[in-house]
């Protein structure tokens, strides 16, 4: 290949990977025009101008391009409103808003899918004991464990369901740090159709990351009530420098605003600070971004299996949301990994990433992401924890051409480096 010196045997092993995957790039290709035609849609229904790029300051009164943009995402969700704002820190950040905003003490949660992932659940009080968590406003969490394949218990969480009647049904669709299958939006209604039938006052709210954009089918038309997630990954479109989202029923919606500002005050309050258009245009191309990161998991997942690795999803399964597992079976192939993905980067291509600790994981974390906006996992990135079974997890590609180069870095600097 011009202008990189990559082992013949992973070119020839991705041109094989090309004719592998065709079909389901052309699948992909499919869902990222159906969503582009929505988004312009909701563009156009909100009546997106020119003059709603323009800052606010302040208490942010009438800033008319922050609420047409909630109007913008409420329709590319299927929502009756959504809560769109540059201040959510981070998806956990957003999540936490919505389970503050709607939990109050003494309620109840139950996890349909087992333990919830690293950071929010320092959040809940399952980890680190921090004040202000939701078990120390007398919040009781409880799981529903996922049955040995890393599937839904859905025998069990429906008993679960029935002999504790909580006020709120949480899911989890992305897999995590962890081996189980991502949910699809198939998996997601049959956990609604069930809390609906047996507990049919409990609120189902759905972390929603890395899933926006992936499947035609929302979680909001199949009874999810409330979700949420991050801006710096799918529904921003490595466009937005920072934010969040809250999207679902209008009176929920409220209620998480209220938790955000103040009570009474909620979505009416909030300067932009001239952040709109980059949001805006974020929302504009997430739907075709989304689609080049789900290309480049797919052409990951045939090319390392091609070359003898084990992955999850295949290449041909059906995809809930933009991650790619790899198993790398030993520490200096996932660091390996890690370097080949960081050396195909735009930016910062010369560092090489190192085991670390991070805030939130009790494990340490290595962490490759030559990315524009810091943390973007939506720009080709991957990360693990150093621990069995040495798996990585890969996300993004703002472009397909610029994700799969970096693909073959990862696998040319494996086989060079470990003596493949």
């Known amino acids: 290949m011009k202008f990189f010196d990559i082992d013949k045997r992973v070119l020839d092993a991705s041109e094989k990977a090309m004719a592998l995957c065709a079909d389901k790039l052309r699948e992909i290709d499919e869902i990222q025009e159906y969503h582009q035609i929505k988004m312009i849609k909701a563009f156009q229904n909100a009546g997106v101008r020119e003059s709603y790029f323009c800052a606010s300051t302040g208490y942010g009164y009438d800033d008319f391009g922050r609420d047409a943009l909630d109007r913008v995402y409420a ?98 669709r992305s897999r995590g740090y962890s081996l189980r299958a991502t949910l699809t939006w198939r998996e997601i209604k049959r956990i609604c159709d069930i809390t609906r039938r047996v507990s049919p006052k409990s ?31 799918n529904p921003g479109g490595g466009i937005a420098p920072t934010g969040g989202y809250i999207a679902g029923k209008k009176e929920l919606v409220e209620m998480c605003a209220y938790r955000l500002t103040t009570p009474g005050t909620g979505k009416e309050i909030g300067a932009t600070l001239g952040v709109n258009r980059e949001m805006f245009m974020g929302a504009y191309h997430a739907p075709h971004v989304t689609g080049e990161a789900l290309k480049t998991a797919v052409f990951a997942s045939a090319l390392f299996e091609l070359l003898g690795f084990e992955t999850t999803p295949k290449y041909s399964d059906e995809r809930g949301d ?99």
């Open 203 to 233: 609120v189902i709210m759905l972390d929603n990351c890395y899933g926006e954009f992936v499947e035609k089918i929302e979680p909001l038309t199949v009874r999810v009530d409330i979700m949420a997630g991050s801006l710096i990954k």
């Open 75 to 172: 329709f590319a969700f299927d929502a009756e409103d959504a809560l769109v704002r540059h201040n959510f820190v981070s998806g956990t950040h957003a999540l936490t808003v919505a389970l503050f905003g709607i939990l109050r003490p003494n309620d109840s949660v139950l996890c349909a899918t087992g333990m919830p992932y690293d950071t929010i659940r320092s959040a809940i009080g399952i980890e680190g004991n921090y004040p202000g968590s939701l078990k120390d406003f007398k919040i009781n969490f409880e799981m529903t464990d996922l049955l040995p394949d890393g599937t839904v218990d859905y025998v069990g969480f429906e008993h679960d369901l029935s002999e504790k009647q909580p006020k709120m049904v949480y899911i989890q």
């Open 322 to 420: 933009i991650i790619q597992l790899i198993m790398l079976g030993d520490e200096k192939k996932l660091i390996s990994f890690c370097g080949g993905i960081q050396s195909g980067s735009a930016v910062d291509s010369f560092v090489q990433p190192m085991p670390s600790d991070m805030p939130g994981y009790k494990s340490q974390v290595i962490m490759a992401a030559g990315a524009f906006t810091l943390g973007s996992s939506i720009e080709l990135s991957a990360d693990a924890p150093l621990r069995e079974p040495y798996a990585v997890w890969m996300q993004g590609g703002l472009n397909f051409h610029g994700g799969k180069l970096g693909i073959m870095l990862a696998a040319d600097r494996i086989l060079k480096e470990c003596g493949i």
